[in-house]
């Protein structure tokens, strides 16, 4: 059973930064960030494949948030540059135990394992 802690979430002001991190208890195919703001449905952020460590973006973050994987210690960082107020919200890191195709990366229903989640404000 893959165990995922988030860690790095707070209060920011807009335009300012914040990393982000998913500490993972094993080896798995792809990490993914997920948000859920307030009244919203839980939404794609970004994700990264451990072995080539490709990446995939929502356009609402691509050049502003950064996500890269620290292989030998099995933690993925979420960069948050540039944050909106429209950025608050909880986000979690989600492990798809296996390769189930690129164009799942961004899907909720492809990941097998989440963690508990971070709450990022923002204020303006």
């Known amino acids: 059973q893959e165990q995922l802690v988030e860690s790095g979430g707070g209060l920011v002001q807009a335009g300012g930064s914040l990393r982000l991190s998913c500490a993972a208890s094993g080896r798995t195919f792809s990490i993914g960030w997920f948000r859920q703001a307030p009244g919203k449905e839980r939404e794609f952020v970004a994700a990264?494949?451990?072995?080539?460590?490709?990446?995939t973006y929502a356009d609402s973050v691509k050049g502003r948030f950064t996500i890269s994987s620290d292989n030998a210690k099995n933690t993925v960082h979420l960069q948050m540059n540039s944050v909106k107020p429209e950025d608050t919200a909880v986000y979690y890191c989600?492990?798809?135990?296996?390769?189930?195709?690129?164009?799942?990366?961004?899907?909720?229903?492809?990941?097998?394992?989440w963690g508990q989640g971070t709450q990022v404000t923002v204020s303006s």
């Open positions: 989600a492990a798809q135990d296996h390769n189930r195709g690129s164009y799942t990366l961004t899907q909720i229903y492809a990941y097998d394992y």
């Open positions: 990264i494949t451990w072995s080539s460590r490709s990446t």
